[in-house]
């Protein structure tokens, strides 16, 4: 019923994706003006990192994951 109503005709990318491994990355940060935006920006490439490779080793990236979460814990805790 849903397929009858909605069309696509592909995706628009509104920002390109940038690896946060890349010199484009470090220039993207440098840009934005808060030191949470730039944190809040670092948080969700990196966890995108971590779900994208997930599956190479999962062991690896969930110890990852959860160190990650436990950093942030902490950095909430103390503001």
């Not at 690896?19 to 840009?31: G, L, N, P, Y």
């Not at 969930?62 to 942030?72: P, V």
């Amino acid at each position: 019923m849903i397929e009858e109503h909605i069309t696509t005709e592909g995706i628009t990318y509104l920002v390109e994706p940038t690896s946060i491994f890349s010199e484009k990355f470090d220039k993207e940060i440098e840009k934005l003006t808060s030191s949470e935006a730039k944190a809040s920006e670092i948080e969700h490439a990196v966890r995108h990192e971590i779900t994208f490779k997930v599956h190479e080793d999962p062991v690896h990236y969930e110890t990852l994951k959860d160190r990650l979460n436990h950093i942030i814990q902490e950095y909430k805790k103390e503001e």
